[in-house]
């Protein structure tokens, strides 16, 4: 089983996107939930989370310009994010928190640059 996400894109500084992740409901009714992002020649790094009961945390990095949402029903997780910095360039995944190897898919590119 992977999750795959996508609404990656190209985006001027300063600008938004919103990323999706569709999860299985076996996956995500039990798990919490956790964006990731690998910038080039960097580590995969955990950037927010979302318990089962919707409490939220995030990396100080991103705190206050990106916000993780999930749809129980819809079993969905969200990313948005605001205020895109150039370092916020890389490839974004969604996963469980902790990880699970299985669960990893492709990834969805986030590039911002002017």
């Known amino acids: 089983v992977q999750l795959q996400a996508s609404g990656g894109g190209l985006v001027q500084p300063g600008g938004s996107l919103r990323l999706s992740c569709a999860a299985s409901?076996?996956?995500?009714?039990?798990?919490?939930m956790g964006w990731y992002r690998q910038a080039p020649g960097k580590q995969r790094e955990l950037v927010a989370v979302i318990t089962t009961g919707g409490i939220t945390n995030y990396r100080d990095s991103v705190k206050g310009r990106l916000t993780i949402s999930r749809d129980n029903a819809k079993t969905m997780v969200y990313l948005q994010m605001n205020s895109l910095e150039p370092e916020d360039t890389a490839v974004y995944y969604c996963n469980v928190v902790p990880s699970t190897y299985g669960y990893w898919g492709q990834g969805t590119q986030v590039t911002v640059s002017s």
């Open positions: 409901g076996s996956i995500f009714s039990i798990n919490d």
